[in-house]
């Protein structure tokens, strides 16, 4: 079982990558994921908090009320907190609503494909990044939040801001305060939307949010909090899948093969993918109270990073755990996590996984990496490509 000290991460934290022991981690109920205002404190250096010098009124102001929205992210709450608004949300991903989706994330798949295609230059080479793995689940999300029309394309650097932020293990003064205009724009947004509350599907996940407010199950600054989450998250997951997974079937040539001859083997494909792959490479915890793990003491209030990452890489859990296998029938990874805060999104990630990858299949059968090499987002905690070039 791998548990060490981590310098690398927030000044310290144990580092934890065994399967088991990652498995265990995130169902453990004294490891708390409430740490948003403490990540917040760290890549300011603790600006704006008791006892440090005081920003201006307008930046303090503005720092403040990242803090709050932030820190009400339902992927930043524990216990009764996050039940209650994990119990908001659940409805708006059930299967039958997902499955409503599908005709319309089908369709934006076609078009993008489309406008590929039809791009005279596009099979000498083109980014399937910007071209197609970034619009396909920004437009999916914001189609089943209830605003098709209504994310503008300033969105994508919105999320890439949040995920530069979040994905850092030490954050730094110029990426908290671009994830804190980012989240101030998303807010601007929905804040604009939810005045038009009348014109949004009534199934819409913004819809339910409105009417969980009105109802008081939640807050005003809960309901921003969560419309930022659900079209973030929403975003950044399925946009990397899409990604690392086509490079890695592009990667082992005789597996794309077998894929196209037999379509059949796209599930286990996926699972593949988010196994060899995985979009998160871990999440961060802090310990409620001590406990031991391996032998190791680890105090209240420390730092935990269970690394999701090297656990589905874990030889004792995994045979031949390196090798890229679309046929591998060995149990669940851990890409989407498990326990209270397993992700909210998985099915509607799978959706349209799914069905890009079948529509790609369909229509681009052809596909080759380019001579080009792909080039990677320097993220720790995510795994995400910047361009991935290909020629078909």
Not at 54 to 63: C, G, M, R, S
Not at 113 to 138: H, K, M, N, T
Not at 188 to 197: C, G, H, M, Q, W
Not at 377 to 385: E, K, N, P
């Amino acid at each position: 079982m791998s548990v060490q000290w981590s310098a690398a991460h927030c000044g310290g934290a144990w580092l934890i990558s065994d399967y088991e022991a990652v498995a265990a981690g995130l169902r453990d109920p004294r490891l708390s994921v409430r740490r948003g205002a403490r990540w917040i404190n760290s890549g300011l250096g603790g600006l704006g908090a008791p006892g440090r010098l005081d920003p201006a009124p307008a930046e303090l102001q503005a720092l403040r009320r990242f803090k709050r929205l932030f820190s009400r992210s339902v992927l930043l709450l524990d216990g009764r907190a996050h039940r209650r608004l994990r119990g908001v949300l659940n409805p708006g991903f059930k299967p039958t609503d997902l499955e409503a989706q599908r005709p319309a994330i089908t369709r934006i798949a076609g078009q993008l494909i489309d406008a590929i295609v039809a791009d005279p230059l596009a099979p000498q080479g083109f980014d399937f990044v910007s071209r197609f793995a970034r619009p396909l689940p920004a437009l999916a999300i914001a189609g089943l939040m209830g605003l098709p029309d209504r994310v503008p394309a300033a969105f994508i650097d919105w999320a890439a801001d949040l995920a530069a932020f979040i994905g850092s293990p030490t954050p730094d003064a110029g990426q908290t305060l671009a994830a804190q205009a980012a989240m101030a724009a998303l807010c601007d947004l929905f804040t604009e939307v939810v005045k038009d509350a009348d014109t949004l599907p009534p199934d819409s996940l913004v819809a339910r949010l409105l009417q969980a407010q009105r109802e008081q199950r939640i807050n005003r600054n809960e309901m921003l909090a969560q419309c930022c989450t659900l079209l973030f998250a929403g975003y950044e997951t399925t946009r990397n899948l899409l990604g690392n997974g086509l490079l890695a079937l592009l990667q082992h040539p005789a597996q794309w093969t077998a894929l196209k001859a037999d379509p059949t083997l796209l599930r286990t494909a996926l699972r593949e993918m988010l196994r060899y792959d995985s979009p998160v490479q871990y999440t961060g915890r802090r310990v409620l109270t001590d406990l031991q793990v391996a032998g190791r003491t680890l105090r209240q209030g420390e730092l935990v990073i269970l690394h999701i990452g090297q656990a589905n890489h874990d030889g004792r859990r995994f045979t031949g755990p390196q090798h890229f296998d679309i046929r591998r029938d060995e149990g669940m990874h851990l890409s989407f996590g498990q326990g209270p805060h397993v992700c909210l999104g998985a099915a509607l990630t799978l959706l349209e996984a799914e069905i890009a990858f079948t529509a790609l299949m369909q229509r681009l059968p052809t596909l080759a990496l380019s001579a080009t090499p792909p080039r990677r987002r320097q993220h720790a905690a995510y795994s995400a490509l910047d361009r991935l070039p290909l020629v078909f």
